[in-house]
């Protein structure tokens, strides 16, 4: 019996897009698993480190390259609550990652809708997994942001 469940490491991304939106960052949160253990959590920090590259992707791809000691992390999966923009699918390209696990699609800078061939080859995609909640929490800090 599994222990831990893409449901398990999905909450735990929750969990960082929670931290992110209680810190006025679009709340985007991302872990990475590498034989069933995180390696790595991260959350947007966009405004916190004035960078436009601080995805949580890209930050979660850093931390668990630099645990592993190794730029691949083809054993690994990405668990994130939004859909990757095509910036943190390259950093997927270049970094192989096994799998990536997004919540709620992103229709408006997704990868997939400007190109499938973004991600390596061998990712495997799997997406909608707890999107319903993802999406409720990026809808209340954008209606949080307009007041």
């Avoid at 990475?32 to 790595?40: F, G, L, Q, S, T």
Wanted: hydrophobic share 40%; proline share 3%; charged share 25%.
């Amino acid at each position: 019996m599994e222990l831990f469940t893409d449901e398990y490491f999905m909450n735990e991304a929750m969990k960082m897009a929670r931290i992110a939106f209680e810190e006025d960052e679009i709340p985007v949160g991302a872990v990475v698993v590498c034989r069933n253990r995180i390696i790595a959590k991260a959350y947007n920090q966009t405004e916190k480190l004035t960078d436009a590259t601080a995805h949580a992707e890209m930050l979660a791809i850093t931390s668990a390259t630099n645990s592993l000691g190794s730029k691949y992390l083809n054993e690994c999966k990405l668990y994130v609550t939004l859909e990757p923009c095509v910036m943190c699918a390259g950093a997927s390209f270049w970094s192989q990652i096994g799998e990536i696990h997004y919540a709620a699609s992103d229709p408006n800078r997704g990868f997939s809708r400007v190109s499938e061939g973004l991600l390596h080859p061998k990712t495997k995609v799997k997406n909608g997994l707890m999107a319903l909640e993802a999406k409720q929490l990026l809808d209340d800090f954008f209606k949080k942001l307009r007041k």
